[in-house]
């Protein structure tokens, strides 16, 4: 049972134009999100987070949002750059701060320069 | 962000044996996790490193299989033992401390069973 899914396995977004992934949860235990990002031979690397409080967090070029009643959580990142290819997680968890993550299956951004 | 080291970066093993990944991180944490991430899929959490007592275990995983030591509160070793060709996955620890908002990834261990 997947409890943490994001339903497109793959992205193709042209250079400065809006990434927008896309992240749904089933478990209404969920209270704390994260976003993390992937390059290949590298472990993940934490991008930004929001608490079910909240419906948006912004840091830079990158926000998030979340709709609870929905279970859905999106992760914006305006202006896309090069360097913003990888493969991103989103994740959930109980409660903030250490409790476990349920990781969803990821997605692979691709930046056409 | 606590900074995290894993050995071996990488292995290739022959089935029945049995490879240890070692974690250093270079403060003290209070937690330290232990994740998998078999080919193509999400990362799933083994079990949570508990220093000075038994690590605790995720459905699906047992100590048998994986045992788990955390000495002190800067490192963890886990251990896949009598490793088949479905544990070839990329086993990643990650840290963090109660209070704090997200948990910080080493760089994984990318482990091949022929």
């Known amino acids: 049972d997947q409890q943490v899914k994001q339903n497109s396995p793959s992205l193709s977004v042209q250079e400065g134009r809006i990434s927008i992934l896309n992240c749904d949860y089933t478990?209404?235990?969920?209270?704390?999100f994260l976003w993390y990002k992937k390059y290949p031979a590298e472990g993940p690397t934490f991008l930004i987070s929001i608490s079910s409080i909240k419906d948006k967090n912004e840091d830079g070029r990158f926000t998030v949002f979340l709709n609870k009643s929905a279970k859905h959580l999106s992760l914006h990142i305006v202006p896309s750059q090069p360097g913003d290819s990888a493969v991103y997680f989103c994740a959930a968890t109980p409660g903030v701060g250490n409790e476990k993550l349920t990781f969803g299956t990821g997605t692979r951004l691709t930046i056409i320069p | 962000s606590a900074v995290i080291s894993q050995k071996p970066s990488r292995d290739i093993c022959q089935r029945g044996t049995s490879l240890t990944i070692q974690c250093q991180v270079d403060s003290q944490v209070t937690m330290m996790f232990w994740y998998r991430q078999q080919p193509g899929q999400s990362l799933t959490l083994i079990a949570t490193a508990n220093q000075g007592s038994e690590a605790t275990y995720e459905s699906g995983f047992v100590i048998d299989k994986f045992p788990i030591s955390r000495p002190n509160l800067t490192f963890s070793t886990l251990t896949v033992s009598n490793m088949s060709p479905e544990d070839s996955s990329i086993y990643l620890c990650s840290v963090g401390d109660r209070g704090s908002d997200t948990q910080y990834f080493g760089p994984g261990t990318r482990l091949t069973v022929l």
């Open positions: 478990n209404s235990m969920f209270d704390y």
